[in-house]
């Protein structure tokens, strides 16, 4: 951020009186720029134990199969953004929207949050941002083409909660202190139980 969106003037770092770390501060207006984590929804559409994948047609990672998922917009709640975000990648309609996982993506300051979903119908198409729409059973998924890998942990463990058959909310970490993406922490459920 180099320049105040309030008045246009240069921004330094500084310490806010009161505060602990480095904001983007405008000398001229005394705004201070608050920079906080963006917050991602997505879901995992099913159907008769097949889940529907999107094939990513801009970067990054063009040509990946990613689940639905996109930036939650002010004044949207994350249900109706998880929702948004499945209609536009894959034209697709869900309902019966359950909360499954959450994510910390601190390196790159993001919260993921999905949600698992059930596809109202089979009446789904290509959106803009994507080549292909598909579905997949388990033994179908293209582990080694999936774009993100906070897209690889929330199938692994959403197949891995269907044999056991149950789905408890939990938050898992994604990152490195190395910045290479690899998953680093168990995914541990709200009982304190790892899976
Ligand atoms: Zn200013």
């Given at each position: 951020m180099?320049?105040?969106s ?5 921004l ?12 983007f501060v ?8 608050y ?13 008769e ?20 998922a ?10 109706a953004?998880?929702e948004r ?6 034209g697709a ?13 601190c ?34 998924i293209?582990?080694?083409?999936i774009?993100?890998r906070?897209i690889s942990e929330t ?5 891995h ?19 290479d993406?690899r ?6 459920g ?6």
């Open positions: 180099k320049f105040c309030n008045c246009g003037h240069r330094h770092l500084a310490i806010p009186p009161g505060d602990d770390r480095s904001r405008c000398d001229a207006c005394g705004t201070v720029h920079q906080n984590p963006r917050v991602v929804v997505g879901c995992i559409p099913e159907h134990r097949r889940v529907l994948l999107c094939r990513r047609a801009i970067e990054p990672r063009h040509g990946l199969w990613t689940l639905p996109g930036y939650l917009e002010n004044g949207e709640t994350l249900a953004g998880a975000e499945t209609r536009e990648e894959a309609r869900i309902g019966e929207l359950a909360p499954y996982l959450m994510f910390n993506i390196h790159i300051s993001q919260i993921y949050l999905m949600f698992r979903a059930g596809l109202m119908d089979v009446d789904f198409a290509a959106g803009r941002e994507s080549l292909e729409v598909k579905l997949f059973t388990e033994e179908e293209p582990w080694n083409q774009a993100f906070v199938l692994k463990t959403y197949f909660d269907r044999r056991r058959g149950s789905f408890p909310f939990a938050i898992g970490d994604i990152g490195t202190a190395a910045g993406g998953f680093i922490g168990a995914i541990a709200l009982d304190g139980g790892k899976r």
